[in-house]
């Protein structure tokens, strides 16, 4: 199982940014996914999820709004649409999946907002 995540920039507070997490090595169609941001100091937190059925989506309350998730599966792709961005989104973000109880996770982006 691999995951690589990509995308991430120096973007200044409002603007946007588009983050991928390009998988290999199970079949992503069967699995829910997840974006997890870590912030300089703090602990990680979950951001986002896709479900892998039915479409189902949930994200933290302080993204609800801004920030959408979506997945290719034929492409094996996860993706983090990030919109209105502020200070306080800055960090690195990473996508995981978890199979037959093990975690997978990606190397992580950073993204940083700054004027």
């Known amino acids: 199982v691999q995951l690589a995540e990509s995308g991430g920039d120096l973007v200044q507070p409002g603007g946007s940014l588009r983050l991928s997490c390009a998988t290999s090595g199970f079949t992503f169609s069967a699995y829910d996914m997840r974006w997890y941001r870590q912030a300089p100091g703090k602990e990680r937190e979950l951001v986002a999820e896709?479900?892998?059925?039915?479409?189902?989506?949930n994200y933290v309350d302080s993204v609800k709004g801004r920030f959408a998730v979506s997945r290719d599966n034929r492409k094996s792709t996860l993706y983090l649409e990030m919109n209105n961005l502020k200070p306080e989104d800055t960090g690195v973000y990473y996508c995981?999946?978890?199979?037959?109880?093990?975690?997978?996770w990606g190397q992580g982006t950073q993204v940083t907002v700054s004027s």
């Open positions: 995981k999946t978890r199979k037959a109880g093990v975690d997978y």
């Open positions: 896709s479900k892998n059925a039915g479409n189902l989506k």
